[in-house]
């Protein structure tokens, strides 16, 4: 059993910087290959993947919309995987989530095993 807890959304203005971070309770974190992935969903539409990360960090995959905005990262020693998001937009307001692969990197959320309660982010114009 793998439990996430996502946090440091908020509000922020529009071009400003973001980063949100994924806490694992498993001790396992790093001993199981676990990909982490982050999707997002606005109000009326469906979720969309974001970004994701292999195991060993090595392997790293973002969606075009946030290509060259958004990057993620993970931290083993921490059981943590952090999304920081650069020149944000007010198309960016969404609850984001993370959620562990058991198979890999991703970009399907019937893939994700584990998943988080999400943490909201508003970009104002």
């Known amino acids: 059993q793998v439990q996430l807890v996502e946090s440091g959304g908020g509000l922020v203005q529009a071009g400003g910087s973001l980063r949100l971070s994924c806490a694992a309770s498993?001790?396992?974190?790093?001993?199981?290959?676990?990909?982490l992935g982050w999707f997002r969903q606005a109000p009326g539409k469906e979720r969309e993947f974001v970004a994701a990360?292999?195991?060993?960090?090595?392997?790293?995959y973002q969606s075009d919309s946030v290509k060259g905005r958004f990057a993620i990262s993970r931290d083993n020693a921490k059981n943590t995987v952090y999304l920081q998001m650069n020149s944000l937009k007010p198309e960016d307001t969404a609850v984001y989530y993370c959620?562990?692969?058991?198979?890999?990197?991703?970009?399907?959320?019937?893939?994700?095993?584990?998943w988080g309660q999400g943490t909201q982010v508003t970009v104002s114009s």
């Open positions: 498993t001790r396992t974190f790093s001993n199981i290959a676990l990909a």
């Open positions: 959620a562990v692969s058991l198979g890999g990197i991703r970009t399907r959320q019937y893939e994700y095993s584990y």
């Open positions: 990360i292999s195991w060993s960090g090595v392997t790293r």
